[in-house]
């Protein structure tokens, strides 16, 4: 009989944002499979004595898809542990492929995106009434392509809350294409390792973050948040707890 992958989002960093499903289907693992490179390693504590653990930082797809597949055939328990959300640049997608191709029963434990865990770091709302209501996810293009409509110089002209993975590398880049449309003096913020002990804070506006990030040498794990949301000013209240906005669950007196 057949074993099971379970894909489980490990949170961004912090080893108590791991869900509770989470932690149980790493305690329940035959195998586990962890993203060494992101994924705090504390989450291992949960798992059992005789478990076998793989670093796929150190693996390539075929390594990994090949141990999932024997592991499977033998009727273990896989645990394949992603950083954040593994929906969000998780490269779930052709692991889930090849074990559909296979018939390899699969599920997937969602977790805190390293987006959430920079927003709550930053003690920001992402979506403020009558200053964004929209968030782009997005990343610069790498050794990834991307569809030429989903450069960012295109997306800045919604001039919306964006949020960038994967660009820190890149800052020089990132910020002339988001200055295409954001004004210079626009907020803001890179969160390095959100959630976790030493995580980093860099607040300044979109002209100068660039160099900012440079003097901190910051180089990878940090996230780039852009919009008036991180520096609002006066907030105008959401119409969800207004005395005067009536709804099927409060009736105005």
Request: charged letters at 25%; proline letters at 5%; glycine letters at 6%.
């Amino acid at each position: 009989m057949k074993g099971k992958v379970i894909f489980i989002g490990a949170g961004p960093g912090d080893p108590e944002l791991l869900t509770i499903k989470g932690q149980k289907a790493i305690k329940n693992a035959d195998i586990i499979i962890y993203a060494g490179s992101l994924v705090n390693k504390e989450i291992l504590n949960y798992a059992k004595e005789n478990a076998e653990i793989y670093n796929s930082a150190s693996m390539d797809l075929n390594q990994i898809l090949e141990l999932m597949n024997k592991g499977t055939a033998k009727g273990k328990m896989i645990a394949r542990v992603h950083t954040g959300d593994p929906s969000i640049y998780g490269a779930i997608g052709e692991q889930i492929e090849f074990l559909r191709k296979k018939e390899i029963k699969f599920e997937i434990i969602p977790g805190v995106s390293s987006l959430f865990g920079a927003a709550a770091a930053l003690e920001s709302e992402l979506t403020l009434p009558e200053v964004s209501q929209t968030v782009i996810i997005t990343r610069p293009e790498g050794r990834t392509p991307k569809p030429q409509k989903e450069a960012i110089s295109a997306l800045a002209e919604h001039n919306a809350t964006m949020c960038i993975f994967l660009g820190i590398q890149m800052i020089d880049k990132v910020v002339a294409d988001l200055l295409s449309h954001y004004k210079p003096e626009t907020p803001v913020a890179v969160v390095k390792k959100a959630s976790w002990n030493d995580q980093k804070i860099i607040r300044d506006s979109l002209e100068n973050i660039a160099a900012r990030v440079k003097e901190a040498k910051i180089e990878k794990t940090a996230l780039i948040i852009v919009g008036k949301v991180l520096d609002p000013g006066i907030i105008t209240p959401s119409k969800l707890y207004d005395p005067e906005f009536t709804h099927e669950y409060r009736k105005k007196e």
